[in-house]
């Protein structure tokens, strides 16, 4: 007689010959029947972990969360034999329940609990951002198994010998290695949703063995001290990316200031709606200038900063920027104040001289010498790619000042000044001088002085559309008639901008009803 196999082994090569025949990946309805039939015994199917094949994992586990079935979460992010498990990519698929979430809090927390921790299990890394690893589910699910050859597994008796042998030699590893959890937050509201709730807390409880790292942080209307509960949980080193747009004072921002200096791995930062009160003294605005622009020194990757609307930045760019310690790529500077001075001074910053996107947008300049930006322009030729002026004011001298520089803009691709009172004929001009600009793809103009018919700003779109036509014209004469010119202007009912190619793209409040 045969001897009976225990259960468990007759569990894993029942469920493996769900998934594979003669060798060839299963399709994505077997896997996920095979899964459903396993999990309507949900302690048979935590008792399968031990020697369930690591292929058999992914989508299980696809099955269990999606299915609600905790425990099974619980047990297999336990078992989990990968260094990664990105549970982010997951959650965007299939709505989270919160006790399906906080089931995968506790297994992990089990694990982090263990004075020594099982050999097979890797988990390193709990990857909660959405879009990170978009690819790892549907692979493992079998759609494109074939690709990472998902054959048959080695047969049961040399892999169980093979595990035998790795226990007898390795044993069980020391635990206490922390396990990180990678996460992007936006901080909206004064109360956290449940699922940040969950894993802040976890975060406090195993302080050191569960490192919180956020690469991307985004700070909208959320009291300061709310901000600053909230970071004292996260590696402010993993920072990368940081927007803050909570329409704050500049005392409130000064707050802040001790954390952004501790993002010390910091690429790309925004600050928005940053405002002054009326009467503040101003040696004391002067204060919270300088605490601010002193963390720009403990900022040595920063690489792209977007200031928009920031009260306090007139006559004190050049405090901004002589702190920054390394060349930027970005830099945007949008619906501010500033003065002479502060053009001067961003055409000699060496902060800027190898800038790739320059945008002044809203950046009123009609009053300005505008030779400092002649300079500026001239000085990055070389790698500027991306030039955004619009709504800035610029008048018909000042934009003809410009184009000798821009015509030798070698690496340019576009240019947009929407929203500037422009002729026809300095248009004419501006295409003259960009021609050459092989790399020039997009260029975004204001309808011209001409197409208006009164001076409340009423375009005469039959006008408009001849003198696009005109521009289309003239590029197909130069030879570039891939070059794309749009002109755009902003809808007088909404604000909105309009696109004109040649026949306008009306905003909705413009089209019947």
């Given amino acids: ?13 029942s469920f493996q010959s769900r998934f594979f025949r003669m060798g060839v990946w299963a399709p994505p309805q077997l896997l996920e029947l095979a899964g459903q039939s396993l999990l309507q015994n949900e302690a048979l199917a935590i008792a399968a972990l031990e020697e369930l094949p690591i292929e058999l994992f992914p989508p299980l586990f696809t099955a269990a969360f999606a299915g609600r079935h905790t425990q099974v979460v619980k047990a297999m992010v336990q078992a989990w034999p990968f260094p990664c498990l990105p549970l982010g990519a997951l959650m965007k698929d299939h709505q989270p329940h919160l006790e399906t979430f906080q089931a995968a809090l506790d297994g992990l927390d089990v694990l982090l609990a263990q004075e020594v921790r099982p050999r097979r299990w890797k ?6 951002r959405r879009n990170a690893h978009q690819d790892f589910w549907i692979v493992w699910s079998g759609i494109k198994a074939s690709m990472y050859s998902l054959l048959e597994p080695e047969p049961a008796e040399p892999m169980q010998k093979r595990r035998r042998v790795e226990g007898s030699m390795a044993g069980l590893k020391p635990a206490r290695a922390p396990v990180e ?3 992007d937050l936006c901080l909206k509201d004064d109360t956290l949703d449940e699922t940040l709730s969950c894993l802040l807390k976890k975060a406090k409880q195993r302080r050191g063995l569960l490192r919180l790292r956020c690469q991307k942080l985004r700070v909208f209307a959320m009291p300061v001290q709310s901000v600053r509960r909230v970071l004292r949980a996260v590696q402010l080193d993993s920072v990368q990316d940081l927007e803050v747009n909570c329409t704050w004072k500049l005392a409130t921002l000064g707050r802040f200031v001790l954390q952004l200096g501790r993002m010390g791995s910091l690429r790309r930062l925004l600050l928005s709606n940053i405002h002054v009160l009326p009467h503040t003294a101003a040696d004391q605005e002067e204060h919270c200038v300088g605490q601010l622009t002193a963390q720009f020194l403990n900022l040595p990757h920063l690489q792209e900063l977007y200031l928009d609307s920031i009260s306090f930045l007139e006559g004190r760019l050049h405090q901004v920027l002589r702190c920054l310690k390394t060349p930027l790529e970005t830099l945007s500077i949008t ?9 001067k001074y961003l055409s000699q910053c060496p ?6 996107d320059l945008g002044l947008s809203g950046v009123s300049l009609t009053s300005l010498n505008l030779e400092p930006l002649q300079v500026l322009i001239e000085r990055t030729s070389a790698t500027l790619q991306d030039l955004d002026l619009d709504e800035c004011g610029i008048m018909d001298s000042q934009l003809s000042a410009l184009l000798p520089s821009l015509s030798r803009c070698s690496q340019l691709t576009t240019f947009s000044f929407c929203g500037n009172p422009i002729s026809m004929a300095v248009l004419e001009s501006l295409l003259q001088h960009t021609v050459g600009l092989s ?32 521009l289309r014209q003239l590029l197909c004469e130069s030879g570039r008639p891939g070059m ?19 026949e ?4 909705p409040c413009c089209m019947p009803a």
């Avoid at 619906?335 to 053009?343: E, F």
């Avoid at 749009?486 to 604000?495: E, R, V």
């Avoid at 306008?504 to 905003?507: G, K, T």
């Fill in 439 to 470: 790399r020039l793809s997009h260029v975004l103009y204001p309808a011209p002085l001409e197409s208006y018919e009164d001076v409340r700003g009423t375009l005469h779109l039959g006008r408009l559309a001849q003198l696009h036509a005109r």
């Fill in 335 to 343: 619906n501010c104040l500033i003065s002479d001075s502060d053009l």
């Fill in 181 to 183: 959890v990678l996460v």
């Fill in 484 to 502: 794309v010119w749009f002109s755009a202007n902003p809808c007088p009912h909404c604000g909105d901008r309009t696109f004109y190619d040649p």
């Fill in 1 to 13: 007689m045969w001897p009976k196999l225990p259960q468990r082994m007759c569990l894993q090569d």
């Fill in 504 to 507: 306008p793209l009306l905003c």
């Fill in 123 to 128: 988990l390193q890394v709990l990857d909660l």
């Fill in 351 to 356: 902060s800027v001289s190898l800038l790739k």
